[in-house]
């Protein structure tokens, strides 16, 4: 769906609450009182709407990304934490339950214990848990467990909170902004449903297994998986998927890696993965034979919809596994468009598939190049970090603004190429990137 039609939907949607409430007609409160239950409706409305878009869906993620999309959900999310924390202290009207003879509850804030407690839980939850996602990495718990916490966190923000709009707004207590609230709820449950009960089901369906291990590169492995029945997932070069090995599709043991073998190659799938946590560091014991699941596949990073004269493709370290894909299926097809690899590491080690890349380099048209940042004595390729001046040196000849190009690696090897290219008058559209490390 394109990106503007998904705004639009999402502004609509967000905001529907205020309209809802306009057309009750009840008679108006001062100012302040109007503003803070606005805030709340519209932060309530974010909160529910967060589900969805965390919720893995081609439809929502399919132009933009998924990379985007999940920035879109943290941002989103600290945004309405501000509209939460707010909330409460804009209201001028007295915190007191409702009077007999004030039936529109224009006189007090109609509270009674039930929807206080569930308020206050919202309230000091919903900081902890935006704090406890940005932390995730410093915490001391493994992904799995933190996964759990952080599902878990979200369905009881999410139930107080309706309790506490239904029970205590004025505007909420109406049958249609209600049956607005419960419908937007059954939703967000919804996608919980798809993430963690039907994309598994469908799972089961398509079991894959290991077909082999390697290490490729300095804590590097590439693993290779097939299909035990059925067929192999379709993908387009440069996409990822989340991989569950050694696990039932049910559990929580996933995480999302980049493909690296070509569409071409199917039914065999393959994966570049470095060491970085409790399931990689594993990778070496992982046996032949080893039950597989994919989720996928997902990603915008690929040439697909897209036009350049050439095509670069810049990696940082382990980023490089999307854009091998994208250049072995070039070399598949045959495309004649000239072609660069700008490859940065920290040290040779790091290298993948340096005898494919040399190979690769022998294409008509393509080029490879290394960049290292601590060069073995008597290197002879490029150094330091790939960065502004690489940028400058290797895309200076003319007709590189027509050119597509394709970056993945670490945030801030991102932003630096991003902020090159546009600084040579490379037009945005021509820079596609996809980054899962923010804030």
Known sequence: MPPLVLLLIYLAVVLAPLALGALQGLPPRPLWDELATGLGMVAFAILLVEFVLSGRFRTISGHMGMDVTMRLHQLLARLALVFVLLHPFLYRTPFNPPLPWDSTRQLTLGLDMGSLVTGVIAWVGLPAFVIMSILRDQLPYRYESWRLMHGLGAVTIALTVTHHALQAGRYSADPLLAGFWVALLATAFGSLLHTYIIAPLRQTGRPYEVKSVRKIALKTWELTIRPKKGEALRFNAGQFAWFNIGHSPFSLHEHPFSISSAPAVRPEIQFVIKEAGDMTRRLGAVTPGTAAYLDGPHGNLTLQGRRGTGVALIAGGVGVAPLISIARQIDAEGDPRPMILLY????????????????????????????????????????????????????AFDGAAEWLYLVCGPPAMLDAVEDALIAQGVPARQIVSERFYYD
Do not use: C
């Open 344 to 395: 940065g590491n920290r040290v040779g080690d790091q290298i993948v598939y340096k005898e494919e890349l040399s190979r690769l380099a022998l294409r008509q048209g393509t080029q490879v190049i290394h960049v290292l940042s601590e060069p073995p004595s008597g290197w002879e390729g490029m150094t330091g970090q790939v960065g502004r001046d690489t940028i400058e040196k290797v895309f």
